[in-house]
């Protein structure tokens, strides 16, 4: 199991064509979601998050109403206290994210979320291989940038270029 992030960034950027090559194959080859996701569960289950932190150093969070509400109330702030000092805009896209500063996430202090009970869905989900909406194969997309910084999604995806008899 690979868990070194500078290695992942190296090895992950070097099998950015590949990776994307397997999207393609999983697309047009008979597999099981229920398998893949249940790679997920187990590989998800030998790395812990909490040494990482990788996904709140690197991705913006998008947040959702629900978010902002439980947020809001989680930190005893008023909804527009939260948007205020809480919030930003995606330089890309303007969607609505959790402000960031150089380290990440305004929320990530010592390495660990400090709002982790309160935290958004996306974060409760990341990286989404298990509980994501949609079945493997049409969210492949994803999988393949997050091979780049998530250890549980690099892993993952060794593991099942390997089973399904990929390279
Ligand atoms: S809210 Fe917590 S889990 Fe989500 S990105 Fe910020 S620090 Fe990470
Ligand atoms: S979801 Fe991935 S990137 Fe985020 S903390 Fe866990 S292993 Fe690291």
Not at 13 to 38: M, T
Not at 113 to 125: D, M
């Amino acid at each position: 199991m690979l868990t070194d992030l500078v290695q992942i960034a190296r090895i992950g950027r070097q099998k950015r064509d590949e990776n994307f090559r397997f999207r393609a194959y999983l697309k047009n080859h008979r597999h099981s979601d229920r398998r893949l996701r249940r790679f997920g569960e187990e590989i998800q289950a030998q790395i812990d998050c909490t040494k990482c932190a990788n996904c709140c150093r690197v991705t913006e969070t998008e947040i959702s109403e629900r978010d902002i509400e439980k947020l809001s109330k989680f930190l005893g702030v008023t909804r527009d206290e939260f948007l205020r000092d809480y919030t930003m805009r995606a330089p890309l896209d303007n969607e609505l994210i959790l402000k960031r500063d150089a380290n990440g996430c305004v929320f990530l202090k010592d390495n660990l979320c400090s709002v982790y009970e309160g935290r958004p869905n996306n974060c409760a989900n990341f990286p989404h291989l298990v509980r994501g909406e949609g079945s493997i194969a049409s969210r492949m997309w994803q999988f393949v940038d997050r091979t780049n910084y998530c250890p549980i999604v690099y892993n993952w995806m060794e593991k099942v270029k390997d089973d399904i008899g990929f390279r």
